[in-house]
């Protein structure tokens, strides 16, 4: 069963750019995107139960870009983090183009896996992507 990778960013380029340099990870990696905060804490509430069954079946992750509407990608982790339930659990990789030392502490501090910067060249996407993989979903290492 395919990993799952949560996506929320407001700029449908940065979705579009991400999902291509994906396509290498294809077979092994479903993306599904959310344009804000609020919308994806709906999700994850809507989707308890799912996560539930499926979380000894597949691997998870969520980036969060920090410059969201409605909620910065910081204030949603610490919603996402205080969650009940399996949501809570799921990996949050910080995903943004700040460069704001403040930011990557904030992020580490409130619960974030690891921060990575969004690249600006090729190399960069390519090298973020295969870090993701290997680190929070290939499937070999799945714990659960």
């Known amino acids: 069963m395919k990993a799952v990778i949560f996506y929320v960013e407001d700029h449908i380029e940065e979705i579009t750019l991400f999902r291509y340099f994906l396509k290498k990870y294809a077979d092994e990696v479903d993306l599904v995107t959310f344009e804000n905060g609020p919308i994806f804490l709906k999700y994850l509430d809507n989707n308890q139960d799912e996560l539930i069954k499926m979380q000894r079946k597949r691997k998870y992750c969520i980036l969060l870009d920090i410059d969201l509407p409605y909620i910065n990608g910081i204030d949603l982790l610490k919603k996402i983090k205080q969650l009940e339930g399996p949501a809570s ?22 619960g974030a896996a690891y921060f990575l910067e969004k690249p600006f060249d090729y190399d960069g996407m390519a090298e973020n992507l295969d870090f993701l993989y290997h680190n929070y979903l290939a499937t070999q290492n799945l714990t659960h």
């Open 89 to 110: 659990k799921i990996p949050v990789i910080m995903y943004s183009s700040s460069r704001r030392k403040h930011h990557k502490e904030e992020s580490l501090n409130a």
